[in-house]
């Protein structure tokens, strides 16, 4: 990120608590957005986050009796932002565990100050580090997961049938959108091609083809403007030309209009321009 990209992160962040020292809750408590995140700031290059965990591995002891998490490097924080999200999820007992394993697995780091005195660099060497991914390889592989992971890549879990059931209702409200917009751009084909005619048969076809909202937008935009312009040739044609296409307009309302609308529709059709010329003949414009 840039400077000024991350300042307008941090800037544009908002505190959305979840409570996640509920085990029901971890189901569901990520929806796109990490809820525990508490605040961001910016050291350096880097968009720093302070994210709450629950209290029973916040409240783990390493074997000399230290707490745990004050113990943490910047590596450690990464595996504990990666475990508690639902890729993978692992039952509490075998992530403290493996909190325990892959924190303690050779000297201890120094504890990792506040917030506040976070301005100098943090030491992110992990002791022992290949020793303790196959510990947590192993965790996942007893959860049930695949065993070809690597460092890259993470195997998606079965999602909880709270996130199915808010998916399918997301899908339904969009579905809904798109019938509502799609009736929309129907309407506007209509005026635009007439009710029933090859162009509108075809226009329909395209339309309920179409889901992306954007397209039928930019659809709807363009036989609105045909609507709008067979309306003003028909309603320019019918106030300045009787039925054998003379000019039959006595009387004019709105001479400077009729003669600025003329010149617009004479690009359309070259009657407008042979009215325009009668009406300048006889002086009504």
Known sequence: LSEIEAEEAVGSFVECPVNIHHAEELSNMFTGNLGSVRDLWVEGEWVKGEVAIPLWLDNQLTDDGKKLSAEWTLTDKRFVGLALTPTPRIDNAALMAAFKTFSTSGKSQPPVASK?????????????????????????????????????????????????????????FKANIVNSKKQTVKASAIRALGQNTPGAIAAFATIDATDSLETLEAMNTTYESIAAKTMGINGGRQTTTGNDGAFSAEKLDNPDLMKKVLFALSNEEPIFGSALKTLEQKGKV
């Open 116 to 172: 506040a005195a976070t301005t100098g660099e943090r030491k992110t060497i992990m002791p022992k580090i290949s020793e303790a991914w196959e510990n947590l390889k192993a965790l996942f592989t007893a959860a049930g997961f695949e065993d070809d992971m690597t460092t890259t890549k993470t195997p998606a879990p079965t999602p909880a049938p709270v996130e199915d059931k808010e998916k399918a209702e997301l899908a339904t």
